[in-house]
T-cell receptor, first 109, second 116 residues
């Protein structure tokens, strides 16, 4: 059974204070790892797809990396508008996604 | 806006009543998914369709839940005899299927169900 563990559960940063979120996974044959952003009361918003170890993708202040056991979402010089819950999900041999519980990020001005 | 839409956005019902939710996917997407999300948890898979065929259902999906996608376009999720434990956000997502690739799923805004 696929498992996804995200840490920390919650993270509070000052504006401009860079940090990283972790997503550890156990799957039988990773076919894709996905990062989503979710604002309160809304559906998840797609950010990145990573397919193989060593792959990196960037979007504005966010950078996602992938190893064989985990993925990191690096946030550089965050702004208050980056405050949200960040969800990690994996796709293995099935057509569905298995999500972690998410990391709730709060960036204070 | 051509994203995934869901209706209603909010539904309050009494225990024992039936409810139905609707999802309209992105027009060129042939796969449609239903998830359930409770507070502090990630979305949990319920079921998915490829065109009009329901290809997979989670063990979470009890007999009180039924989903349809009659013409391969919009989908409905019905919950019969609702229970308080059914209170959650119900999310719909859609994706394209390309041979040899798994494409990202795009989510709708969700329907929040409250069972009193």
């Amino acid at each position: 059974e696929d498992q996804v563990t995200q840490s920390p559960e919650a993270l509070r940063l000052q504006e401009g204070e860079s940090s990283s979120l972790n997503c550890s996974y156990t799957v039988s044959g990773l076919r894709g790892l996905f990062w989503y952003r979710q604002d309160p009361g809304k559906g998840p918003e797609f950010l990145f797809t990573l397919y193989s170890a060593g792959e990196e993708k960037e979007k504005e202040r966010l950078k996602a990396t992938l190893t064989k056991k985990e993925s990191f979402l690096h946030i550089t010089a965050p702004k208050p508008e980056d405050s949200a819950t960040y969800l990690c999900a994996v796709h293995s041999g099935y057509s569905t996604l298995t999500f972690g519980k998410g990391t709730m990020l709060l960036v204070s001005p | 806006d051509t994203g995934v839409s869901q209706n209603p956005r909010h539904k309050i019902t009494k225990r024992g009543q039936n409810v139905t939710f609707r999802c309209d996917p992105i027009s060129e997407h042939n796969r449609l998914y239903w998830y359930r999300q409770t507070l502090g948890q990630g979305p949990e898979f319920l079921t998915y369709f490829q065109n009009e065929a329901q290809l997979e259902k989670s063990r979470l999906l009890s007999d009180r839940f039924s989903a349809e996608r009659p013409k391969g376009s919009f989908s409905t999720l019905e919950i019969q005899r609702t229970e308080q434990g059914d209170s959650a956000m119900y999310l719909c997502a859609s994706s394209r299927r390309l041979a040899g690739a798994y494409n990202e799923q795009f989510f709708g805004p969700g329907t929040r169900l409250t069972v009193l």
